[in-house]
């Protein structure tokens, strides 16, 4: 078979270059399992952060109260002069206070954690079933473009066994309308696919809200904690130094400041650590969120690779098997072949260019891609009009040849291109190594030329097909 290709020089050439994808839907799916790994990586790093970021703000909070009480008994001691007896007294009642706060507020911390560990885990399967949604539209997208690939050549083939091979319109027909149904049951997925994903995603939303409340929940009793052991820890280091005995009251007042201004300097530290990790999460936040929208881009990029690649793989083959009709066909009947092969080479050729540019769209930065595939240079509107005139009237010369199109648009018929307002002949679609006769005859190739009579008249589908509509309702988004 592949001999038999080689027969045709041309074919040969592109068999190789299409062999030589250069970055298909495999490369894309491993891109994919090694950027989703980077990003469960980054989300750790992000976390780790996170969490050294709260547990600093905690104890800034903590060293801030403490500083705060050191300071206020500080004043009060310079201005009251109460008796040593009445302070002790009122630092003992204060830490007592603190003392009960204290337990309230580790009880507090204590139903944060749980309440923010259940969230976490209902964002965690809420994501999931996200991320799962979005894979099956995705992929519902993707079977829907695909069917209608599948179902368009479907058509194209009745249209062509309607005017060639009325035995064959049976079969051709009971095809289509398979291919119909399952283009019907295609876009039906792919809605409801659409539909779940728009519950999910609400879903998804609304238990991120409540993981944010209960992190933001868990930051605020983290700190209120943190006072309160802050309160607790200074209030009894008071209490201890006032108890001292035999201690002058200058010398008192001097440690007091001593132990405000050393807390203070504390208190700059912690402020400093505390900006630093802000700065260090907002800087990984930004790391994940970008590995995620690779992540997100990866995902949709594989399915479209897919469908062109087998887009192409399905031109292709329908061009090939033609080309070598056309090859084992004698030269006078060539002719009348020609139109379909050019017009099956167009379909490939566009096919490759879109493969291409999805390609383009989706392959890293570092994988050098050849030159875009050439797309058909060929235009079949002659700019010509015949509402009043035929294409070919005496008043129209310049358009002959061309046909009168439903939008009354003279155009050139499938193996012809416009060329100053004249539908002018695009010649040879491939170019034979060996004249036919040389090619040794065997039943394979009486096959060939019966398709090759069945092909004589494709240029005609080719009117009828252009500008076809889908023939269910598909949303526009579900065709790419
Ligand atoms: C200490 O208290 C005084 C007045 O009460 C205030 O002006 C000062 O800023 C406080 N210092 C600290 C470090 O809190
Ligand atoms: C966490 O919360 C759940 C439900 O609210 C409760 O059943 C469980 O006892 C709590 N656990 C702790 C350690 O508070
Ligand atoms: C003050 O900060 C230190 C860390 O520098 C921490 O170990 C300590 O627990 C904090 N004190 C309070 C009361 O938060
Ligand atoms: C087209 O697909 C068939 C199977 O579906 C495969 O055997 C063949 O190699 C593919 N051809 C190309 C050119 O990719
Ligand atoms: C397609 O939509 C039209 C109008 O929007 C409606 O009348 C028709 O029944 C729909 N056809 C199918 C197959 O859903
Ligand atoms: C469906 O796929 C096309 C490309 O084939 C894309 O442009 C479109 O955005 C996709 N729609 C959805 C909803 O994914």
Same mark, same amino acid.
């Given at each position: ?17 299409? +062999? ?5 839907s ?5 891109? #994919? ?12 790093e ?17 060293n ?5 009480? $050191? ?15 009445? @302070? ?5 009642? $204060? ?12 009880d ?28 099956e539209v995705?992929?519902?997208?993707a ?9 368009a ?5 009745l ?5 060639c091979?009325?035995? @064959? ?5 009971h ?15 792919f809605?409801?696919?659409k ?20 992190e933001? /929940?868990?930051?605020? $009793? ?25 201690? &002058? ?7 007091f ?11 700059? #530290? ?17 790391i994940?969120?970008?590995? $995620? ?15 062109? /690649?087998?887009?192409?793989n399905v ?7 033609? +080309?070598?009709a056309?090859?084992?066909?004698p ?9 379909t092969?050019?017009?099956q ?18 392959a ?10 050439p797309l ?6 002659? #700019? ?7 294409c ?8 002959r040849?061309?046909y009168?199109?439903a ?10 291109c416009?060329k &100053? ?29 019966l ?21 269910v309702?598909?949303?526009e988004?579900?065709?790419g």
């Amino acid at each position: 078979m592949a001999m038999r290709l080689c027969a045709v020089v041309f074919l040969c050439v592109l068999v190789q270059a299409d +062999a030589m994808a250069p970055w298909s839907s495999d490369n894309m799916r491993h891109k #994919g399992d090694a950027d989703k790994k980077t990003q469960a990586q980054r989300a750790s790093e992000l976390h780790s952060f996170q969490a050294e970021s709260s547990q600093m703000d905690a104890w800034l909070s903590g060293n801030k109260t403490s500083l705060k009480i $050191s300071n206020d008994t500080l004043r009060k001691a310079v201005s009251q002069h109460e008796p040593l007896a009445k @302070q002790i007294e009122d630092i003992e009642d $204060s830490l007592q206070r603190a003392q009960k706060d204290l337990i309230k507020k580790k009880d507090a911390v204590v139903a944060a954690i749980n309440a923010t560990d259940r969230t976490r885990q209902l964002l965690v399967r809420a994501r999931a079933a996200l991320a799962e949604a979005r894979e099956e539209v995705i992929e519902a997208n993707a079977s829907a473009k695909s069917a209608f690939d599948t179902e368009a050549i479907a058509e194209d083939h009745l249209v062509q066994m309607t005017i060639c091979c009325p035995d @064959q319109v049976q079969a051709a027909k009971h095809k289509m309308d398979l291919r119909k149904d399952d283009l019907a049951a295609a876009g039906e997925a792919f809605h409801a696919a659409k539909d779940k994903l728009a519950a999910k995603h609400e879903a998804a939303v609304l238990a991120e809200r409540a993981s944010h409340s209960a992190e933001e /929940e868990l930051d605020r $009793s983290k700190g209120a904690y943190q006072d309160a052991v802050g309160a607790v820890e200074r209030l009894a280091a008071i209490k201890l130094d006032l108890s001292k005995k035999n201690v &002058d009251p200058e010398k008192r007042l001097a440690a007091f400041e001593r132990s405000v201004e050393v807390q203070e300097g504390l208190v700059h #530290g912690l402020e400093k650590s505390s900006q630093e990790l802000h700065e260090k999460v907002h800087v990984a936040k930004k790391i994940y969120d970008e590995i $995620s929208a690779v992540v997100g881009k990866d995902l949709e990029c594989v399915p479209l690779l897919r469908t062109r /690649e087998k887009y192409l793989n399905v031109t292709t083959t329908r061009f090939d098997l033609t +080309a070598k009709a056309y090859a084992n066909t004698p030269v006078n009947v060539r002719t009348s072949l020609q139109p379909t092969l050019w017009q099956q080479r167009d379909q490939k050729e566009a096919a490759a260019r879109a493969l291409y540019d999805v390609q383009k769209d989706c392959a890293p930065a570092s994988v050098r891609l050849p030159p875009p595939p050439p797309l058909p240079a060929c235009d079949s509107d002659t #700019g010509a009009r015949c509402r009043v005139l035929d294409c070919w009237s005496f008043l129209l010369r310049a358009s002959r040849n061309a046909y009168c199109s439903a939008s009354w648009h003279c155009l050139c018929p499938a193996g012809t291109c416009a060329k &100053d307002g004249a539908c002018v002949d695009r010649g040879a679609p491939v170019s034979l190594a060996n004249p036919p006769a040389e090619l040794h005859a065997g039943p394979a190739d009486v096959g060939a030329a019966l398709l090759a009579a069945a092909a004589l008249v494709v240029a005609a589908a080719a009117l009828a097909t252009r500008g076809r509509r889908a023939p269910v309702n598909m949303s526009e988004d579900a065709l790419g």
